[in-house]
């Protein structure tokens, strides 16, 4: 992923599987449940996350993320193909505690280096089936299939598009699987889809 990558925005989306949902004791959302990560919290395949000394709880949460390739406002599902780039891998770091705290999500995932995204932009569509899986210093942590979001890719972005234009290099972490956990300093964690890539990142505590 080139250094000049520069998203004008990162949507997310919240609770998109329900697994993952109900670990954390909530529902599944009625609509796509949406927040903002900020473009500086991005950033590449083999950059270090770093634990900010606010938070005492920093997980992972590994997601398929869409890349937009053409201004999209008020898409419709059955038009986003045409809207979108690639597709490539995502970690939504999560200060867990601070989520909790705050109850808006923007300090607990707005942290510089809380967007790790790559290794690369791949142009064709994953299958439902593909699996997603989330290792920390090789053991698994969490694992489950696209097919098990519960607004599909194309819902997401056409219901994104009716609340914000979405530009070129937008992008979007359509949420993970259930299997979310602590990252602490010296850790490697690497977030897989089939056919799409693996994200690789270590960890370490704030200098
Ligand atoms: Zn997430």
């Keep these: 992923m080139s250094d000049r990558f520069a998203p004008s925005k990162i949507v997310c989306v919240g609770r998109n599987y329900r697994a993952h949902a109900k670990e954390l004791g909530n529902e599944v959302p009625s609509e796509p449940l949406l927040f903002l990560k900020p473009p500086s919290a991005l950033i590449a395949h083999g950059d270090a996350i770093v634990l900010p000394r606010e938070s005492a709880r920093v997980e992972h949460e590994g997601e398929l993320a869409v890349v937009i390739g053409k201004r999209a406002r008020r898409v419709r599902p059955e038009d986003v193909a045409e809207f979108i780039a690639g597709y490539t891998v995502a970690n939504d770091v999560t200060a867990r505690d601070l989520q909790r705290k705050d109850v808006q999500f923007t300090r607990g995932k707005g942290f510089d280096t809380f967007c790790p995204?790559?290794?690369?932009?791949?142009?064709?569509?994953?299958?439902?089936?593909?699996?997603?899986?989330?290792?920390?210093?090789?053991?698994?942590?969490?694992?489950?299939?696209?097919?098990?979001?519960?607004?599909?890719?194309?819902?997401?972005?056409?219901?994104?598009?009716?609340?914000?234009?979405?530009?070129?290099?937008d992008l979007i972490l359509t949420g993970t699987?259930?299997?979310?956990?602590?990252?602490?300093?010296?850790?490697?964690?690497?977030?897989?889809?089939?056919?799409?890539?693996t994200l690789t990142n270590t960890v370490r505590t704030e200098a």
Excluded at 128 to 150: C, E
Excluded at 186 to 195: A, K, N, P
């Design 117 to 169: 995204v790559g290794p690369s932009i791949v142009r064709a569509r994953p299958s439902p089936d593909a699996s997603i899986t989330v290792k920390v210093n090789g053991a698994v942590r969490q694992h489950g299939f696209l097919r098990d979001m519960v607004f599909s890719i194309d819902v997401l972005v056409a219901f994104i598009s009716d609340v914000m234009t979405l530009e070129p290099g």
């Design 177 to 197: 699987p259930e299997g979310v956990g602590p990252l602490v300093h010296g850790d490697t964690v690497e977030v897989s889809i089939d056919s799409v890539g």
